[in-house]
């Protein structure tokens, strides 16, 4: 187990847990889904992007199959490992001042929907303080039932069980997430908090970092590429 867990997340299972309850072996046997075919949709050819928790390559790794060049930055050192052919940076996103830009700056994973408002701003904040002129920021965002339509569950193509098991809430808009992973041989769980928004109040968000919708990717609204709002 990591030390240092954040308040209100663990994880169980073998292998490495991150401080939000993320098991390393176990999104080492997740595959990409349909995230980096976003980004190569919404980006152009060739585009340096900065993936901010990159985890430990699901998407790095198909990005740089497709040609473009990407830095990747993940808290965990342990989730780095997996990283190859990328520039890797283990850093805290909140934190990050690297000191360049980038043509798109990639929040994806539902960090956007941090529990704690003021992590969410300095993620927002990070986001905007690297795009290039010209750049976009794209973000995955919650379904609109992801916290309605629960218990689902759902079959990997990897073969692994996702079951969302609850979603319950403890104060102040934010909801305890719990989650399990299921192999024919390992189980993985992972309990975490989440701040569901709706799209007005996510718009809301953006316009505090200085951003505004470009526009909804995917029909679902999952997926936004933000701009500057000036």
Not at 101 to 106: G, H, I, Q, S
Not at 152 to 171: K, L, N, Q
Request: hydrophobic fraction near 40%.
């Amino acid at each position: 187990m990591a030390l240092n867990m954040r308040a209100g997340h663990r994880g169980t299972g073998p292998g490495a847990i991150t401080p939000d309850g993320c098991a390393v072996e176990l999104y080492a046997r997740l595959p990409a889904r349909e995230e980096p075919d976003v980004v190569a949709a919404a980006v152009p050819d060739g585009a340096r992007v900065l993936e901010l928790g990159c985890g430990v390559g699901r998407v790095t790794h198909p990005l740089l199959e497709r040609g473009f060049a990407v830095t990747a930055v993940d808290e965990s050192p342990e989730m780095l490992d997996r990283v190859r052919g990328a520039r890797t940076v283990c850093a805290p996103i909140e934190d990050l001042d690297l000191g360049e830009t980038f043509d798109a700056v990639l929040l994806a994973s539902f960090l956007v929907h941090a529990a704690d408002a003021g992590v969410r701003r300095a993620l927002l904040r990070t986001c905007v303080r690297h795009l290039a002129p010209g750049g976009c920021v794209l973000i995955q965002r919650e379904g609109a039932d992801w916290h309605t339509n629960v218990p689902r569950e759902r079959v990997d193509p990897s073969g692994c069980t996702v079951r969302i098991v609850s979603a319950e809430p403890v104060g102040d808009g934010v909801n305890s997430v719990h989650a399990e992973y299921e192999f024919p041989d390992v189980t993985w769980t992972h309990t975490f908090l989440t701040r569901p928004l709706t799209r007005e109040r996510f718009e809301e968000a953006l316009a505090e970092a200085g951003l505004r919708v470009d526009e909804y990717l995917t029909a679902d609204g999952v997926w936004v590429r933000a701009v500057p709002t000036e």
